[in-house]
């Protein structure tokens, strides 16, 4: 922008007038000011009005983090996707889900098996870990989750503080052998509808991936043992996105507007949000309604099984508005 200065047409005025009163010379000064001021004036005001700028009732889109690798193409507005969506889109290609808590119900004598196998690991290792302190770390990659805790309880081992990758790395161990006995003893079952989410899913095109942070070779046992018909699993680093971004490039999928992520944790949330895509908040894990919803994911349903009524009716050209009885996270 140019700075305000006289308009051209001002010096063509003359600097005095014998037979005006000082009143119109005032006057006429000043309309000779009143078509830079507009010239200005108009054209921030269309600007504005047509978000090329935000103004000053609007927010700034916030784009989504590309955190571990480069992330698929997308302008502002597709990272900025609706705060305040009734439905997912029409056009919804990709659903990554979460397993444990999520898919997988995994309470094992009132105990989700992971939290089970963590506590076990650590009290193999000689630390003693409440329940509360492993929820909170739910959702993470495994590994990272046991080096935070090591953090937390490593004093308990007293004496000479030991190397913390070593330290992780025997509890990780215990944690694997843990996890694998539970998996061979404890009955396996799916967060009810999850079969039939993934049917309906799978009916209107839209591809279904598992994003665990249990060992790759475990999932494939727990959907080979649960007969999942899925497009492929990968190995979440959660709240990293990485795990999103290598389900899009598996599936085809190249729009993060197309794609949805759904777990039960704070950290599936800041995956999905991460990524730039639609997530979907579950209740039938550890981690409360509260603390969800303080994670501003666009949905919070009270199971995976309640995603169907967050679809699009395919025959309809114009997406139908979903009830609040059905959607628990509408007032988002």
């Known amino acids: 922008f140019c700075s305000l200065g006289p308009h051209p047409m001002a010096e063509a005025l003359p600097t005095s007038f ?70 997912l889109p029409l056009s919804l290609k990709l659903a990554v889900f979460d397993l444990a808590g999520t898919t997988l119900d ?26 509360d302190s492993v929820t909170a770390v739910r959702g993470l990659e495994k590994k990272e989750a046991i080096r935070r805790l090591c953090r937390q309880f490593s004093h ?20 694997r052998e843990a996890l694998d006995e539970g998996l061979r003893t404890a009955p396996l079952k799916e967060v009810p509808g999850t079969s039939a989410v993934f049917a309906a899913l799978k009916a209107r095109g839209t591809q279904v991936v598992i994003a665990s942070g249990f060992a790759k ?19 979440a680093k959660r709240p990293r996105p ?26 599936d949330i800041e995956e999905g949000k991460n990524a730039g895509v ?34 699009p009716d395919l025959t309809d050209e114009e997406p139908r508005a979903t009830s609040a009885a059905a959607l628990r996270g509408s007032e988002n």
């Open 18 to 87: 014998p037979s005006r009163g000082s009143a119109e010379r005032a006057r006429l000064r000043a309309r000779s000011l009143t078509l830079p001021l507009l010239v200005l004036t108009v054209p921030w005001q269309v600007w504005t009005r047509n978000s090329f700028l935000p103004g000053p009732s609007e927010e700034t889109p916030a784009k989504a983090a590309e955190v571990g690798g480069t992330s698929p193409e997308r302008s502002d507005d597709e990272a900025n996707i609706l705060q305040d969506a009734s439905l």
């Open 106 to 131: 995994d309470d094992v004598d009132g105990q989700p098996l992971a939290v089970a196998a963590i506590r076990a690991a650590f009290t193999a290792a000689g630390m003693d870990v409440d329940e």
């Open 156 to 175: 308990q081992l007293g004496g000479k503080p030991p190397d913390e990758e070593e330290l992780v790395d025997r509890v990780h161990g215990l944690f």
């Open 217 to 235: 070779e475990v999932v494939e046992e727990l959907v080979r043992r649960l007969g999942w018909k899925v497009d492929g699993l990968v190995s």
């Open 242 to 267: 990485d795990s999103i971004f290598e389900a899009m490039a598996m599936t085809g999928v190249e729009n993060v507007r197309q794609v949805v992520k759904v777990g039960d944790t704070v950290a």
């Open 278 to 311: 639609f997530t979907v908040a579950v209740l039938t894990g550890t981690q409360g309604e509260a603390k969800l919803r303080a994670a501003q994911p666009h949905f919070v349903l009270d199971s995976v099984a309640s995603l169907v009524h967050i679809l």
